[in-house]
Nanobody
Framework: VQLQASGGGLVQAGGSLRVSCEAS????????MGWFRQVPGEERRLVGAISESGKRTYYADSVKGRFTISRDNDKNTVYLQMDNLKPEDTAVYYC????????????????????WGQGTKVTVSS
C-alpha cells in the first residue's frame, strides 16, 4: 500500500493551495481517509477526515470554514483544498488511510490509521 501526497509549496497568506493524495489501494472506497499536519517539535494533528463514501467529513476547529476535504473513489485520490491560508498553517501535511470495510464513518484517532503517505510541505508566508 502506498499513499503519494503532492501539491505542497509556498504560498502567501490569504492564498489557496490544494494538496492531493493518490492511494495504491485496491479497496480505496473502503478506507476512511484523513489529512494530518505536523510542525517540528509538535505531534501530528488531524486536520480533516472523510468517510468512505465522502458523505461525512470532519474538520479541526483551526481550519473549519477554510479547508475542504474531498475524495474521488474512481481515482483513488483524496484532496485537501486550503483557502485563506495563514502562516500558522505552515507544516508538513500527511494523508492517511484506515481500512474500514463496513459502514460509512470517520475516525479522529491518529493511531487508528493503518497507512501513511510521505508528506508534502506547505509553507505560508506572511
Amino acid at each position: 500500500v502506498q499513499l503519494q501526497a503532492s501539491g505542497g509549496g509556498l504560498v502567501q497568506a490569504g492564498g489557496s493551495l490544494r494538496v492531493s493524495c493518490e492511494a495504491s489501494i485496491r479497496t480505496f472506497s473502503s478506507n476512511i481517509m484523513g489529512w494530518f499536519r505536523q510542525v517540528p517539535g509538535e505531534e501530528r494533528r488531524l486536520v480533516g477526515a472523510i468517510s468512505e463514501s465522502g458523505k461525512r467529513t470532519y474538520y479541526a476547529d483551526s481550519v473549519k470554514g477554510r479547508f475542504t476535504i474531498s475524495r474521488d473513489n474512481d481515482k483513488n485520490t483524496v484532496y485537501l483544498q486550503m483557502d485563506n491560508l495563514k502562516p500558522e498553517d505552515t507544516a508538513v501535511y500527511y494523508c492517511a488511510a484506515k481500512y474500514h470495510p463496513r459502514g460509512d464513518s470517520i475516525t479522529t484517532n491518529r493511531y487508528a490509521y493503518n497507512y501513511w503517505g510521505q508528506g508534502t510541505k506547505v509553507t505560508v508566508s506572511s
